[in-house]
């Protein structure tokens, strides 16, 4: 579907050009019959992910064009969207989809479920207890894994959770190393609300777990501290809780004023 045109270098002139020349390819009654269905399904389907998975094209393409270009005047129109408004939904933002570079899983296989545990575990009962490095820089990394792609995320969510990563949360809340002049980034605290927050905002799974485990508590805890910085991460881990039904039935109205009645 995609090579409906080629292009073919264009020989020198006097003119200015592109130094391109477009060859125009006719396209046969079976070619014609593919895009007539895939336009078909582009127009029933809800959503962008679905129209791009079932065309088995990168699932990244609508966050930067509304289209699939086919060739002259043929392209496949994706399902519009819309994108949350970050200040609403906190830490439920959805993840961004596997780089582009990224997204071949035999060159670059994903994590897999022993992998994310075995990483999590070393992290966190390793190099944290024996203090290899900051704690803090321990944090950012396993942050940043679980906010990596919408298709590793939950691996590593899962490996956190095996790994005893609940009760290490409330743990590092509790016992957070003091912060010195030579610090650089955020602190403990920071960190431990920022997973607590994304983990619960992105994956049901880990939700629950996390309400089970009482690291609800430590978002409203986090609303109060006397750090700006971790005030306005629990702020949006609340949001992200609040966007959906099983965090609105543990964080009440009242909780939800009394939480924000204060910024």
Not at 56 to 80: K, M
């Amino acid at each position: 579907l995609l090579t409906t045109c080629a292009i073919t270098p264009q020989p020198a002139s006097d003119e200015p050009t592109s130094g391109l020349r477009v060859r125009r390819h006719q396209m046969s009654t079976e070619e014609m019959a593919a895009v007539a269905q895939a336009k078909e399904f582009a127009a029933m389907a809800s959503t962008q992910e679905e129209v791009l998975a079932h065309l088995q094209l990168w699932e990244g393409w609508g966050r930067y064009h509304g289209s699939i270009p086919l060739g002259p005047n043929e392209e496949i129109a994706l399902p519009p969207t819309e994108e949350p408004d970050p200040d609403t939904v906190g830490f439920a933002y959805p993840l961004p989809p596997v780089e582009f570079g990224l997204r071949n899983k035999k060159k670059f296989p994903p994590p897999t479920e022993e992998d994310a545990f075995k990483e999590m575990f070393k992290l966190l009962h390793h190099v944290c207890t024996e203090r290899l490095v900051r704690r803090s820089s321990v944090l950012a990394v396993i942050y940043n894994w679980i906010n990596s792609n919408r298709r590793d995320t939950y691996t590593w969510q899962r490996g956190f959770i095996k790994a005893g990563g609940a009760q290490k949360l409330l743990e590092f809340w509790n016992d957070a190393e003091p912060e010195t002049d030579e610090d650089e980034g955020y602190p403990d605290r920071y960190w431990v609300i920022a997973i607590t927050g994304r983990m619960m905002g992105t994956s049901k799974e880990s939700r629950l777990r996390f309400i089970k485990e009482g690291l609800v508590e430590l978002i409203l805890e986090g609303t109060k501290d006397e750090n700006e910085e971790i005030r306005e991460c629990a702020v949006c881990a609340l949001k992200g809780l609040i966007h959906h039904p099983e965090g609105r039935e543990v964080v009440t109205y009242k909780t939800l004023i009394d939480c924000l009645g204060g910024r």
